[in-house]
Structures are given as structure tokens and as C-alpha cells.
């Protein structure tokens, strides 16, 4: 796993930031997943000319999560982070449909 010292103080902000009961135990869950795409042949969105096309790997691509919960069946808060310079709309819809059929989403989405 990655050890990113920004994403490591952002989820500790995080942790403290969270209000809290003096007897509340939280339980918190990380995840992180290489979502590199293609090694080469993708256009770069517009940061070269249009006849250039990647031809390797810089450095990978990683998807992150981060979930805090009060309980089991208490409400869950998550952060996902993307290592992607954009993610379409359709990603999000689809994520939250994929979701939603395994959890009960809050309307603050």
C-alpha cells in the first residue's frame, strides 16, 4: 500500500475533526486499488498535441477509500479519492447505483 503522507494527515484531520461521544467507539475501514488504466495508445486529454498518444507508465493509479462508522448498523461516512486527472459522471451514477442496492444512502449525497 501506498504511504502518502498528505492522505495520511487528511484521514487523522479527519478522525479528529468527527464529533465524538466520550464512550463512542468508531469503526473505521481503509481500501486501495490500482486503477491504472492502459500502458499506452490513450489520448492525453488535451496536454499534447493531437497526434501524441502515451506510450508507458509514469506511476500507477490508485483508488482510495476511507469509511467511518458509529456502529454496525449506525450511518457510515466515506471518502473515496481518485488518482485520475477527471472521472466521468457515468462513474459516479454507477458507483452509487452499485451502492445503493447494498446499503441505504443518505439524500446528502
Avoid: C, W
Wanted: charged fraction near 15%.
Amino acid at each position: 500500500m501506498d504511504k502518502n503522507p498528505f492522505i495520511f494527515f487528511l484521514f487523522t484531520l479527519l478522525i479528529y475533526l468527527l464529533p465524538s461521544r466520550a464512550s463512542a467507539d468508531y469503526l473505521i475501514g481503509v481500501g486501495s486499488y490500482d486503477s491504472t488504466g492502459p500502458a499506452a495508445g490513450v489520448n492525453m486529454m488535451g496536454y499534447a498535441n493531437l497526434d501524441q498518444s502515451t506510450a508507458g507508465i509514469h506511476f500507477r493509479l490508485r483508488a482510495r477509500a476511507f469509511i467511518v462508522a458509529e456502529s454496525l448498523d449506525g450511518p457510515r461516512f466515506a471518502f473515496v479519492n481518485l488518482d485520475a486527472g477527471m472521472a466521468s459522471q457515468l462513474v459516479t451514477i454507477t458507483v452509487l447505483d452499485r451502492l445503493s442496492k447494498r446499503y441505504v444512502l443518505s439524500a446528502n449525497i
